[in-house]
Nanobody, 114 residues
């Protein structure tokens, strides 16, 4: 199983990015998906998740600004991040899980700075 995350980069405060995570080696639609992030010097934290049924949930810090979505036909999960703030700077990781089985992507760096 491989998860390939992309879409990170440098963006100014107030800007937007779209992160993507493409999975191979699994039947995508049977898994829950999520995005986590790890800010510099801090612990990894959950940003957003989307269940197999498409239900979503978000960390309070990103509600109203970030949107998670999935395309089962493309085996891809997305994170649309709008209204970015300096505190959103982190390495973002995609997660795929079901029961005790979990897989992690390699991480993509998002830097919010002027």
């Amino acid at each position: 199983v491989q998860l390939q995350a992309s879409g990170g980069g440098l963006v100014q405060p107030g800007g937007s990015l779209r992160l993507s995570c493409a999975a191979s080696g699994i039947i995508f639609e049977g898994y829950h998906m999520a995005w986590y992030r790890q800010p510099p010097g801090k612990k990894r934290e959950l940003v957003a998740l989307i269940s197999r049924a498409g239900h979503t949930d978000y960390a309070d810090s990103v509600k109203g600004r970030f949107t998670i979505s999935r395309d089962n036909a493309k085996n891809t999960v997305y994170l649309q991040a709008n209204g970015l703030k300096s505190e959103d700077t982190a390495v973002y990781y995609c997660y795929v899980g079901r029961g005790l089985t979990e897989y992690w992507g390699q991480g993509t760096l998002v830097t919010v700075s002027s």
